[in-house]
Structures are given as C-alpha cells and as structure tokens.
C-alpha cells in the first residue's frame, strides 16, 4: 500500500456534493443491505435525527474500528472525534442540507480507528423521512476506500509532477494554464507564461556529475514555488528548463523575483559553495502550447528559427483587412434550461486567418481611445441579426471607454435608437469597473438605453468591489455572476453561501442573475437550487461562429 508521495494520509481533502434525486434510492433496496456489503467492505446503516448511527453489523463494525466487542460508539459525538475539524463541520453541512425526502449526500473523509490508523471512507446517504425542512431518518452506507485512495492518490500524482523536483509537469501546466487563459479574458487580466533555464547547470554537471544536478535542481524548484503566489504556479518541463504562469504578478516582476530566488544566495554542496544563474523570457499565455514554443524559441538564440510575435493591428486595419469576427454563447434558463438568448464576443482573426484571442486589441484599442468603434462595430452587426430573425435575442458588451465619453455614449445610445422594437431583443453588458469607478454616468447610460427597450447587464459582478447600493444606482436588469465564483460550486460550500446571498439581494432589487463558466451538471443544478436565474458556460455551449444552440453537454 504506497502512501500518498506529495503528504499525509490523513490530510486527504474532503469532497461533498448534494444532489436531487427524484428515483427510488438504490440505498433502500433489501440487496444492498445483504453479505455483499462486507465484500464491498461497505456497512449499511440508519441515522436518526439526533445524528446517531445504528449500523446493520455492529460486529463487523467494531472489527473496522478496532474496537472491543460492545464498544464501538456511534453517537454523532462519538462518530465526530473520530474526524478531523474541517471534516466534522463539512458533514454537519451536508447532514443540514438533508431538507426533503430523497436529498442525498456523498463526503469523502479520512476517518481514524481506535489504534490511531487512518481509513479513508465514504459515506453516501439519504433523507427517508423528513419534517419541516429536517431529515428526521437517514439511511446510508459507509464504504472502505483506504486502498483505492492511496493507489489513486499515487498514480495520479506520477502522471502530474516531476518525481525529482516534486513540482507540476507539463500536463499540469497545460491544464491549469488554461484554465488561468480562460479566467483571465473573462476578468479582463492578461495571463503570462515565464520560461526559466538554469543556464550553467550542465556546464556543472559536467564537472561535479549527475549526483549535484539533481541537488541543485531540487533546491531551485524549491525556491522558486516559494517566490510565487497563488494561483501562480512554476512547473518543471525538462532538463533544466522550467516555466511559470501567473494571473496575479506583473510578468517582469515575477521573472526579477524568480531570479533574485534561485540566484541571490549560493548553493551548499559536498563541494562547497556553487552558485545558479537564470535565465527568463516571457510571452502572453493564450495557449500554453504557443507560449512555450515562443519562449523557447527567446531562449535558444537560434535566430533561424524564431518567429516575430505578430503586431496587434490597429482599429483602422482590423476593420479595413477584415479581421474582425463574432461568436455566440449560448444563455439558457437554470430551470429548464431552454435557451433564453446568446452572448455575442468579438474575435480577431491573425495574419495566418486563425482566431486569436481579442483581449491584447481590445486593450490597445482603450489605450489608443479607439474603443467606441469596436463597440459600434459589434453594436452594428448585431443590429442586423435581430432584424433577420425576429425570435433572436443578443447580449453585447460595452466598454467602460464608450458609455465614460459622452460624446461617444451619445452615438452609440443614437445608434441603439434606429434599432426601434429590435432594441428590446438586446442586452447591454457592462464590466463592473465603471460601476465603481463612475455609478453616475453607468446609471445615466442605464437608464437612457433602458428607455429604449434595451435590458442592462453588470458583467464579472464581484470580480471587483461592486456594493449593491452601486448596483441599484445603476438600474441594472442583471448581474453577471463572476465565473471565478462558480466554477466549482456543487463542491464548495463558502462559494454556495457567497452566491445565495448575491441572488437573495438580488431578487430584493426585482434583478435578474447570470452565472458564467457553468462547466458541469452538477455546478448547473445546485445553482439552479440556490435560485440563479440562468446559466452560461461550457456546460452548455462553447462561443460558436453562428448562433445555434444544441442543448446543454453531456
């Protein structure tokens, strides 16, 4: 049995879900309660409002826990200190949520025996009888998942990290990479890939051996995850080559830091004092796989090989070469899921014809005060689809940059005007910057388009620091649910908590709510309980070149 390579046993993170189901449990037919369980090293039991358990086979039982005959407790008291403290709180959640017949709850927690030894359980059960909103008879099973944790545990650690650096390896970094890209472009924060190459290590290598390399090699990777910052992570790719992604940290920054901690302080050796010295390039991390190969490519000198990044075109040249496009993303009602209407983000096309992300324009275009005539552009395209398609409803965003300008509100809220009853198929979207910055011209652009007909939207709400009187400054018809929020919800109990209480104030203000980056089912259905009213992401549909909406995935 191979313990966990990265920490204790004991430190396993739980995991709770709470699902509705409307089927009959599996847990209540007779089969399950039969010898099969003791080959599935599972015990069947019932818990009783007060949160005892009475299991079918208390012998069995005891054996697990290693108890004497008779004296396996198994009063929620009892059960508790068996349990690590965030587990106790955990399951007690889980428990509470227990409000209708047939909610169930699945934890998975490290659960220590009479001699101190840990198991890793399983517990999965159901509400058979409830009263006002209380589970007053639960019945469930508990399962022995020791061996599997540990195997899982270490087989999936090996295929995420480098043994001898014990840091990430490429295919962690190209999953959270892009997961950061994503969360990124939607919060508006540019995300950079840092490549760092420990320059002489081979040049020492050569002369002290294999043994010293693998020394230094460990050290610096501890050095440079302790410089980094979360969600910023350092991965370790091949050789002496290593890379860093961060969300939060200025890219020339966090390289002067990265190097100041592998080479300020030498390294102690049998041969004594050796000192590292490294390298860095950097480039924008729209695909893990382009910035890799862009700072490869900086750090190899090969000037043969190396391939200018392409220059941003200017509005003028966007427009002009016709390298502006749009994708749809579908909306769909929380309840029912039928589509509700699409979101329409603008794309730019490279010199090679590719899609490239739109985020670095779109902030060359702010800079340059250029920004109103993307929004014009978008505004216009959309107008001519509503006019095609009578049953189409479309959500655009708007920049801080146009409605902050009065002159350029002015045209674009003239714009909106020549739509005529289209307008009212059309919502705006506005990031929540402005909202804090300048709530007056927000609510003065609110209002003038809600006139018009047009709904208006507050984008990546708590992203920044929105308050809620802000939010009924502005007349806002929806908030936008900041993805960073909801991307796993179904598994987060703060982040389920946070949400309710956004949707509760909310719904006091007559206001709509969106949640962005839905990515599963089981995300989609406890929003869906907490009471948002529609749902966007993944889940149901990536951005597409027409809007065409298929149903939800999977």
């Known amino acids: 049995m191979a313990p966990s390579p990265t920490e204790p046993v004991d430190s396993a993170p739980i995991v709770a879900e709470v699902v509705d189901r409307k089927a009959r449990s599996p847990l209540l037919e007779p089969a399950l309660l039969s010898d099969a369980l003791a080959l599935a090293g599972a015990f069947a039991f019932d818990m009783d409002e007060d949160g005892r358990m009475d299991f079918a086979d208390t012998a069995r039982l005891e054996a697990f826990l290693v108890e004497r005959p008779g004296e396996a407790a198994t009063g929620q008291a009892d059960w508790?200190?068996?349990?690590?403290?965030?587990?106790?709180?955990?399951?007690?959640?889980?428990?509470?949520?227990?409000?209708?017949?047939?909610?169930?709850?699945?934890?998975?927690?490290?659960?220590?025996?009479?001699?101190?030894?840990?198991?890793?359980v399983?517990?999965?059960?159901?509400?058979?009888?409830?009263?006002?909103?209380?589970?007053?008879?639960?019945?469930?099973?508990?399962?022995?998942?020791?061996?599997?944790?540990?195997?899982?545990e270490a087989v999936i650690w090996r295929a995420r990290h480098d043994p001898l650096t014990r840091l990430p390896n490429r295919v962690a970094l190209a999953e959270a990479g892009?997961?950061?890209?994503?969360?990124?472009?939607?919060?508006?924060?540019?995300?950079?890939?840092?490549?760092?190459r420990l320059r002489n290590l081979d040049r020492l290598s050569?002369?002290?051996?294999?043994?010293?390399?693998?020394?230094?090699?460990?050290?610096?990777?501890?050095?440079?995850?302790?410089?980094?910052?979360?969600?910023?992570?350092?991965?370790?790719?091949?050789?002496?080559?290593?890379?860093?992604?961060?969300?939060?940290?200025?890219?020339?920054?966090?390289?002067?830091?990265?190097?100041?901690?592998?080479?300020?302080?030498?390294y102690m050796t049998p041969f004594g004092p050796l000192s590292l010295e490294l390298d860095v390039a950097r480039a924008p991390l729209e695909t893990v796989a382009h910035a890799l190969d862009a700072t490869r490519q900086d750090l190899s000198g090969d000037e043969a090989d190396t391939h200018p990044e392409e220059t941003l075109p200017s509005v003028d040249?966007?427009?002009?070469?016709?390298?502006?496009?749009?994708?749809?993303?579908?909306?769909?009602?929380?309840?029912?899921?039928?589509?509700?209407?699409?979101?329409?983000?603008?794309?730019?096309?490279?010199?090679?014809?590719?899609?490239?992300?739109?985020?670095?324009?779109?902030?060359?275009?702010?800079?340059?005060?250029?920004?109103?005539?993307?929004?014009?552009?978008?505004?216009?395209?959309?107008?001519?689809?509503?006019?095609?398609?009578?049953?189409?409803?479309?959500?655009?965003?708007?920049?801080?940059?146009?409605?902050?300008?009065?002159?350029?509100?002015?045209?674009?809220?003239?714009?909106?005007?020549?739509?005529?009853?289209?307008?009212?198929?059309?919502?705006?979207e506005l990031t929540e910057t402005l909202a804090v910055d300048d709530p007056a011209k927000a609510a003065h652009f609110s209002a003038e388009v809600r006139a018009l007909g047009c709904r208006f939207a507050v984008d990546d709400f708590a992203s920044g620091h929105t308050s809620f009187r802000n939010l009924l400054a502005v007349e806002a018809d929806c908030i936008k649910i900041d993805g960073s929020l909801v991307r796993g919800v179904a598994l987060d109990a703060h982040?389920?908590?946070?949400?309710?209480?956004?949707?509760?104030?909310?719904?006091?203000?007559?206001?709509?709510?969106?949640?962005?980056?839905?990515?599963?089912?089981?995300?989609?259905?406890?929003?869906?309980?907490?009471?948002?009213?529609?749902?966007?992401?993944?889940?149901?549909?990536?951005?597409?070149?027409?809007?065409?909406?298929?149903?939800?995935v999977g």
Do not use: C
């Open 495 to 552: 982040k389920q908590a946070f949400i309710r209480m956004m949707v509760d104030l909310a719904a006091t203000f007559s206001v709509e709510t969106v949640a962005e980056m839905v990515e599963d089912r089981a995300d989609a259905l406890v929003l869906t309980r907490l009471g948002v009213t529609y749902l966007q992401g993944y889940h149901f549909g990536r951005p597409g070149p027409v809007p065409v909406w298929e149903g939800p």
């Open 206 to 266: 050569a002369t002290f051996g294999e043994d010293l390399r693998d020394r230094m090699l460990r050290q610096a990777g501890e050095r440079m995850q302790a410089a980094l910052r979360a969600p910023d992570l350092v991965a370790r790719l091949d050789g002496a080559d290593f890379a860093a992604a961060t969300l939060n940290s200025d890219p020339d920054t966090l390289g002067l830091r990265l190097r100041a901690a592998v080479t300020a302080e030498p």
């Open 317 to 428: 040249e966007a427009l002009a070469e016709d390298r502006l496009s749009v994708a749809f993303q579908p909306i769909v009602h929380a309840d029912g899921h039928a589509l509700h209407h699409y979101e329409m983000l603008l794309r730019l096309r490279g010199l090679d014809g590719r899609p490239v992300s739109a985020f670095p324009f779109i902030v060359a275009a702010e800079d340059a005060g250029e920004v109103h005539r993307l929004d014009t552009h978008v505004l216009s395209l959309a107008a001519g689809l509503l006019d095609e398609d009578p049953d189409l409803r479309l959500a655009v965003n708007v920049s801080a940059g146009t409605v902050g300008d009065p002159g350029h509100s002015d045209a674009y809220v003239a714009a909106i005007q020549t739509m005529g009853a289209a307008a009212q198929r059309l919502t705006l």
């Open 178 to 196: 892009t997961q950061l890209a994503e969360l990124g472009e939607r919060i508006g924060i540019p995300v950079h890939l840092l490549r760092l």
């Open 122 to 152: 399983r517990e999965i059960a159901q509400a058979v009888a409830s009263i006002d909103q209380r589970a007053t008879l639960v019945r469930g099973v508990l399962i022995d998942r020791t061996d599997d944790v540990h195997t899982d």
């Open 80 to 120: 508790e200190a068996r349990m690590r403290p965030e587990d106790v709180r955990a399951r007690r959640r889980a428990v509470a949520s227990l409000s209708f017949d047939g909610a169930r709850y699945r934890l998975d927690y490290p659960l220590r025996d009479a001699m101190g030894e840990v198991h890793h």
